[in-house]
């Protein structure tokens, strides 16, 4: 790193020199496969573990009313094909 004088005496520091450590890693790659693991899209609804959507949906339900007399439970969640492609959505 070297240190260049300007006119304002405020010193500018270059790290235009510095060698590279270790490897930028692939942000939107790691990003992707969070999200994949998060909804577990490509697991059957009953072997899903207790992580992510399927650990929020567990968490959250049952929901009972104050009377005792309602309860909705969670069942399972499941995704299916697009039926609009995003330039149909958008035309709409």
Do not use: H, W
Request: net charge positive; charged share 30%; glycine share 6%.
């Amino acid at each position: 790193m070297t240190q260049m004088p300007t006119a304002a005496r405020r010193i500018r520091k270059n790290f235009g020199k510095i060698k590279k450590i270790i490897d930028i890693p692939d942000l939107i790659g790691i990003q992707k496969e969070s999200y994949a693991r998060f909804l577990q899209m490509d697991i059957e609804p009953e072997k899903r573990r207790d992580i992510g959507l399927q650990a929020v949906f567990q968490s959250v339900f049952p929901i009972k009313d104050f009377t005792g007399s309602a309860s909705l439970e969670f069942v399972g969640y499941s995704f299916a094909e697009v039926k609009s492609s995003i330039e149909d959505c958008i035309q709409r």
